[in-house]
Structure formats: C-alpha cells, structure tokens
C-alpha cells in the first residue's frame, strides 16, 4: 500500500464493532484502489450490505 487505509465515509461516524455494519477501508497500491471489507461485530452477527464506489472517501485516486 502507498499510504495508511481509512475508513470509508459511510462508516466514519460508526462502530462497527458494535454496530450491525461492516467494517470498509480503502488506500491505493500503485496506481490502483484497493477496498477491504471486513465483518468486526463482537456478537458475531451475519451482515449483509451493499458497496458503492461513491462511498469511498474523497482522495483517493482510481
């Protein structure tokens, strides 16, 4: 990776610890965006979501 992944800005205000929400980082490698989405809950709930490419912050070049 070029730089530190954030969280996307769907999640920014939440916890998705939590929080029935998937946890959702994007950075670049290269040239390229790279997303990561991973399922944090501590109750070990089943989510299911849906990703936009316009939820990804701002900045980030792809």
Same mark, same amino acid.
């Given at each position: 990776?070029?730089?530190?992944?954030?969280?996307?800005?769907?999640? &920014? +205000?939440?916890?998705?610890?939590?929080?029935?929400?998937?946890?959702?980082?994007?950075?670049?490698?290269?040239?390229?965006?790279?997303?990561?989405?991973?399922?944090?809950?501590?109750?070990? &709930?089943?989510?299911?979501?849906? +990703?936009?490419?316009?939820?990804? &912050?701002?900045?980030?070049?792809?």
């Amino acid at each position: 990776m070029n730089e530190p992944a954030l969280p996307t800005r769907d999640i &920014l +205000f939440r916890d998705p610890y939590n929080e029935a929400v998937l946890l959702k980082l994007a950075s670049t490698v290269n040239e390229y965006t790279v997303i990561a989405i991973m399922n944090m809950n501590r109750d070990g &709930l089943r989510i299911s979501e849906e +990703f936009r490419l316009d939820s990804m &912050l701002t900045g980030l070049s792809g």
